[in-house]
């Protein structure tokens, strides 16, 4: 059981830093949420608009998608990492997060802006 909570627990973490890793979560939330929310509203005929249907559906598709972004950024964060190592630039891993951080803050304001969304998950 707890080699299972450590995998799972290891998919949660984008990087090992606490406080960068609850920015990073903070900017995937939305953008997983309207991923999820296109993909199961798009495909809503198909489950003959059934609600507990489409919302157990939407958590999983949700979850899906997160751990996919997030095995994605942590290779972007290392690789980034690693270049900016390999050019000797102090605070390597500061310059990666704030790289990463905005990096989701400008895919946030363009999936905010390209679903017209007006849900509570995002800003006004």
Do not use: Q
């Not at 900016?84 to 390597?92: D, G, K, M, N, Y």
């Not at 790289?99 to 999936?111: H, M, N």
């Amino acid at each position: 059981m707890k080699i299972l909570f450590e995998i799972v627990i290891s998919m949660w973490d984008v990087v090992d830093n606490g406080f960068v890793n609850w920015i990073i979560v903070g900017f995937l939330g939305p953008i997983t949420y309207m991923l999820s929310f296109k993909f199961i509203g798009d495909g809503a005929h198909l489950m003959g608009y059934n609600s507990s249907v489409m919302s157990f559906s939407h958590w999983v598709v949700r979850i899906f998608i997160y751990f996919i972004l997030s095995s994605i950024l942590k290779v972007l964060f290392y690789m980034i990492n690693i270049i900016l190592s390999f050019f000797r630039i102090v605070e390597s891993f500061s310059w990666t997060a704030i790289l990463i951080i905005l990096f989701l803050a400008v895919c946030t304001i363009f999936i905010k802006t390209f679903f017209r969304t007006k849900n509570k998950v995002f800003w006004k």
